[in-house]
C-alpha cells in the first residue's frame, strides 16, 4: 500500500550557496549530477543533530542512512553531495545529500480524489480534500513524486517498513486517508 512521506523534521538548516543552483530545476525527473554545484554548504541553525529527512527551501535533504534505505530498495534518484555546517560554522561530522527524484509517477486517482480547481481548465489543484492513489499504476516505485504535484512525495509500504525499521526520523508515513486537505 502506498503511503504518502510528510515532513516532520525539526531540524533547521540554511543554503548557503542557494545562489550556486542558478537555473538548475531540481523538480526535473532529469539527472542534474553533471550541473549539481562543486560546493553547496548547508548550515544547521540549531545544535541538535540534524535529522534523516528534512527540507532547506526547496531542497529535500537526506543522511546516509536514509540514501542506504532508498539505495537498498533501487529508488531512482541521485544523491548529491553538501557540506554541512554546524550552527558555529565548523564542519559537521554527518553526511548529508540532496535527494533528486528522478520519478514522477502517474497514480493520481482523478476519479475518485475530491478536488478544488484553482481555474476553469482544471490545470491547478487548489485544494485536496480526499487523496486516492491507484496502486496498481504505483506498484514497483518505492519514493517517488506523485505526478499532480512537485511536492507530494508517497512510498511503497516497503521503504517506510524499512524507513521505521532503522528509525529514519523527519517524516512521518500517511495513509493517502489521512490527507490533510492542505494544497499539493
Not at 548557503?16 to 544547521?44: A, C
Not at 485544494?127 to 516505485?141: F, N, P, Q, S, Y
Not at 517506510?160 to 508515513?173: D, E
Request: glycine share 4%; hydrophobic share 40%; with cysteine.
Amino acid at each position: 500500500m502506498v503511503k504518502i512521506l510528510k515532513f516532520k523534521a525539526k531540524t533547521r538548516a540554511l543554503n548557503l550557496d542557494v545562489d550556486d543552483l542558478g537555473e538548475i530545476d531540481h523538480f526535473s525527473t532529469e539527472p542534474i549530477s553533471d550541473v549539481w554545484p562543486k560546493r553547496m554548504r548547508i548550515q544547521l541553525l540549531s545544535k541538535s543533530k540534524p535529522e534523516d529527512y528534512f527540507p532547506v527551501g526547496p531542497l529535500r535533504l537526506v543522511s546516509a542512512a536514509f540514501r542506504e534505505v532508498c539505495e537498498n530498495l533501487h529508488v531512482n534518484a541521485e544523491f548529491l553531495p553538501t557540506q554541512l555546517l554546524e550552527k558555529d560554522g565548523t564542519r559537521s561530522q554527518h553526511q548529508l545529500f540532496f535527494c533528486h527524484l528522478l520519478e514522477n509517477v502517474n497514480c493520481f486517482d482523478f476519479k475518485r480524489s475530491e478536488i478544488l480547481w484553482r481555474n476553469k481548465r482544471k490545470k491547478w489543484i487548489d485544494e485536496l480534500t480526499k487523496l486516492v492513489i491507484d496502486e496498481e499504476k504505483a506498484t514497483g516505485h518505492h519514493l517517488f513524486r506523485v505526478d499532480v504535484s512537485l511536492f507530494m512525495i508517497a512510498t511503497s509500504d516497503e521503504f517506510s517498513q524499512a524507513a521505521k525499521r532503522v528509525r529514519l526520523t523527519g517524516a512521518v508515513f500517511i495513509e493517502p486517508s489521512e490527507w490533510s486537505g492542505v494544497s499539493c
